[in-house]
Structures are given as structure tokens and as C-alpha cells.
T-cell receptor, first 115, second 116 residues
């Protein structure tokens, strides 16, 4: 089991550009959540996808959007990048099967730097 | 809205000693889960221990145990016999389910350094 995987590992963009980050959940998981972790801070919840729909959203602007595919993998898109978007972006997956408590397994993250 | 507070930005402990990391949270919910996650310098976050709010018994996982005080909304992590591999950022997290979905809220973390 490869666990949660994310790509790319690192990314450098300039202000105003758009970026797409990718996540493959752990085998058997159907729910994907995205977090933004600024340097020295805890992860901040961006949104969660289940059954190809956004189910919950944190306090992030519409510039942040996402998608979930039929194979449960997910993308995070950020438009009109700002310097403040520089952060580690974490993907976490979990299962909605009965009897689980939605334990999240995290990926290694994508380090985004906006210049 | 729920909040999670970790008031110790950094801590250090001698190898083989015991250390306690503090966490407080604020919620009006009665049913929820609390977690401690570890993020080593290689950055992959891993679960250390979890506690269901409806359970009075404190959770333990080998050298890791919690002191869960529901009325005080406190959830501290005790690491016994500290090892060099315990050096990491530790995050306290709160989770509740709503309408079939769930949401995690994390604290700002405590950087723990285990000294040889």
C-alpha cells in the first residue's frame, strides 16, 4: 500500500499564475481533504471531497477550487496566486465506511513557493 | 466555532525522560474526537494517539498517553522514555462529524526536541 501520495513535491510559481496540485488517496479511502500549512503553523482546512463533490469548506476564497475524480483522486487548483499562498499543501484521505472514525492519513505534501 | 490552542511553541527533553505537551480546545459539542499528530522534519504527518470524547478512560499507545479532562476542555500528551526519534512538531487536533461529513481543526503545534 503506497499510502497517500502527492505531486509535485515542490513547485515555484509567480504572482498571478495558476497552479494545480494532485493527490492520490490511500487504497480503500473515498474522502479527500486538503490543508494549507504555512511555515510554523498548523494545517488549515481548505475543503473536503466525497463522491466527487465538495462537502465542506474552510475559510478560503474562491480562488481555491478542487475536484475529485471517480477513482477518488483529487486536485487542488489555486488561481491568481498571491505571495501569501506560499505554504505546504497537505492532502489527507479517509474512509466513510461504517465502524471507522474518519481517521485521516496524510500525504507528504507539496511545497508551493510564490515569487 | 471550535478552536484548538497549544500554548507551548517549543519544548525540549532529555532522552529517556518524560515530557508533557499541553492542548486546550473550545467547543459546545458533546461528541467529538481529539488527536495528537506528529510531523517529523521529513514532514509527513502521522497519527500518534486519539481519544473519543464519550470515553472517560484516557487513551494510551505504548510510550504515549493522554490526560483528557472533558470539563476543563484539556487534552495533554505525555511521552514517556523519550527517544531521539520523538523529535518533531506535535499538533493537537479536534474533529467532529456533521451531516455525514467531518472536519479537523488543528492547533499551531509544539516543536519538541529530544536531547541526547
Amino acid at each position: 500500500d503506497a499510502g497517500v501520495t502527492q505531486s509535485p513535491t515542490h513547485l515555484i510559481k509567480t504572482r498571478g499564475q495558476q497552479v494545480t496540485l494532485r493527490c492520490s488517496p490511500k487504497s480503500g479511502h473515498d474522502t479527500v481533504s486538503w490543508y494549507q500549512q504555512a511555515l510554523g503553523q498548523g494545517p488549515q482546512f481548505i475543503f473536503q471531497y466525497y463522491e466527487e463533490e465538495e462537502r465542506q469548506r474552510g475559510n478560503f476564497p474562491d480562488r481555491f477550487s478542487g475536484h475529485q475524480f471517480p477513482n477518488y483522486s483529487s486536485e487542488l487548483n489555486v488561481n491568481a496566486l498571491l505571495l501569501g499562498d506560499s505554504a505546504l499543501y497537505l492532502c489527507a484521505s479517509s474512509s466513510t465506511l461504517a465502524g471507522t472514525y474518519n481517521e485521516q492519513f496524510f500525504g507528504p505534501g507539496t511545497r508551493l513557493t510564490v515569487l | 466555532a471550535q478552536t484548538v490552542t497549544q500554548s507551548q511553541p517549543e519544548m525540549s527533553v532529555q532522552e529517556a525522560e518524560t515530557v508533557t505537551l499541553s492542548c486546550t480546545y473550545d467547543t459546545s459539542e458533546n461528541n467529538y474526537y481529539l488527536f495528537w499528530y506528529k510531523q517529523p522534519p521529513s514532514r509527513q504527518m502521522i497519527l500518534v494517539i486519539r481519544q473519543e470524547a464519550y470515553k472517560q478512560q484516557n487513551a494510551t499507545e505504548n510510550r504515549f498517553s493522554v490526560n483528557f479532562q472533558k470539563a476543563a476542555k484539556s487534552f495533554s500528551l505525555k511521552i514517556s522514555d523519550s527517544q531521539l526519534g520523538d523529535t518533531a512538531m506535535y499538533f493537537c487536533a479536534f474533529m467532529r462529524r456533521t451531516s455525514g461529513t467531518y472536519k479537523y481543526i488543528f492547533g499551531t503545534g509544539t516543536r519538541l526536541k529530544v536531547l541526547a
